[in-house]
């Protein structure tokens, strides 16, 4: 599963296997949390991320989610830097 982007101990990784579906997601995975993040809605679909964690991602996600939908149409995946 390629790596998106690293920052504030969470990796962002999206992929495309047979089991991925839609709606357009990235995974979250942070320290033994994980977290599944609707791009389109900023909503976390699957998971346990921490609120804090959430929030900072759904941040993330809102300033790349030009980038992060049209990753998942292309199936091209770039890396993005990180929220500062």
């Given at each position: 599963?390629?790596?998106i982007s ?7 990784k ?11 997601h ?10 599944v ?5 900023l ?14 991602v ?9 980038a ?17």
């Open positions: 599963m390629p790596v690293r920052f504030y101990g969470m990796i962002i999206m992929f495309f296997l047979a089991s991925e579906h839609n709606p357009p990235i995974h979250v995975v942070y320290g033994e949390y994980v977290g993040i609707d791009i389109r809605t909503q976390m679909i699957q998971g346990d991320l921490p609120n804090k964690a959430l929030k900072i759904q941040e993330w996600t809102q300033i790349h989610q030009k992060l939908l049209e990753m998942w149409e292309t199936q091209d995946i770039k890396p993005l830097p990180p929220i500062d």
